[in-house]
């Protein structure tokens, strides 16, 4: 049970980190669509 509890926490932060990093790429994207426009 231990280790079930362990791996579903493992794979939630994967996905979180995951969530994550397109965020702040599409961020990224969209703030430089802004400066050149």
Do not use: D, G, P, Y
């Amino acid at each position: 049970v231990t280790m079930n509890v362990a791996w579903k926490t493992w794979i939630h932060q994967k996905k979180m980190i995951r969530v994550i990093q397109v965020t702040n790429k599409r961020k990224k994207e969209v703030f430089l669509n802004v400066k050149r426009s």
